[in-house]
């Protein structure tokens, strides 16, 4: 596994200026043919918070800390952020499945370094991650919501996240060749995650028998240290900091086996 690990870290070394090349086109591809452009990765991400804040904050009454006189752009902002991480997550979990099918002919090209392809997916989607926390941030320097000093440690909880996107990538964009159905399961996974990873509502309200399982869901984990660090100044747990890394690597670590491993019947297949 440590060989499969090591030969895709040093193919994308090795090829990082065709990653970016790669990372730009996926960003052009996703908005070609609209009249707004690069614009929807503003407007997309504003819609849908919109419509969960008058659903979650409107009409249900959500409140991340209902206690300590929690206002509603408040509410908004903090819903915002965890909605940035899961929508990263989801833009990896619809799109890696397709990608080896949707590109046969850089399969058949020898000398091409196919982890490029699982990599740009994620480069593009890190760009519109980038986008929508510039939104949050921007929100809550407009309505004067107070960020914490506990804002530096984003990018320390940002990493493990990119680490694991990757892993994901790889190992999507290889099963997805050989399991047409995969895209149906993991749509229904981006659903299924973002109501288990806390988005809308205070981890405070997850039952103890519940939290038994959940507290094992990285992303909800992440999502919780991201709030708690930026919006409310608590201290990092530690814990759940080492948890995310070790499942970083993990996750890389499969999803680089499992693409070095099928990669070779890649071409038969197709």
């Not at 407007?43 to 919109?50: E, G, K, V």
């Not at 948890?243 to 038969?268: C, H, I, K, N, P």
Request: hydrophobic share 60%.
């Amino acid at each position: 596994m440590t060989s499969e690990m090591t030969a895709v870290q040093a193919s994308l070394w090795k090829n990082r200026e065709l990653w970016w090349q790669f990372t730009k086109r996926q960003v052009e591809l996703r908005h070609k043919g609209s009249h707004l452009g690069l614009a929807w990765s503003f407007l997309s991400p504003m819609l849908m918070l919109a419509l969960y804040v008058l659903v979650f904050g409107k009409f249900l009454g959500g409140r991340f800390r209902p206690g300590v006189g929690e206002t509603q752009i408040e509410y908004t902002l903090i819903m915002f952020l965890g909605l940035a991480i899961h929508h990263f997550v989801a833009e990896i979990l619809t799109t890696a499945p397709m990608l080896v099918l949707a590109n046969p002919n850089f399969v058949k090209k020898v000398v091409f370094p196919l982890e490029i392809l699982p990599a740009a997916n994620v480069g593009a989607a890190l760009v519109h991650f980038f986008i929508t926390l510039g939104l949050v941030f921007g929100g809550a320097l407009i309505a004067g919501v107070p960020l914490t000093a506990g804002v530096v440690w984003l990018p320390v909880l940002i990493l493990p996240l990119l680490i694991s996107a990757l892993g994901l990538a790889l190992g999507l964009s290889a099963l997805g060749v050989f399991w047409r159905d995969l895209i149906q399961i993991t749509q229904f996974c981006v659903l299924a995650l973002m109501f288990a990873s806390a988005v809308f509502y205070p981890v405070s309200q997850i039952s103890a028998a519940l939290w038994s399982y959940l507290r094992f869901n990285p992303m909800l984990l992440l999502i919780q240290e991201a709030r708690g660090t930026v919006f409310w100044g608590q201290p990092l747990n530690f814990s759940h900091l080492g948890y995310l890394y070790a499942f970083a690597v993990v996750a890389f670590a499969l999803g680089s086996l499992l693409f070095q491993r099928l990669r070779g019947s890649f071409a038969d297949v197709l």
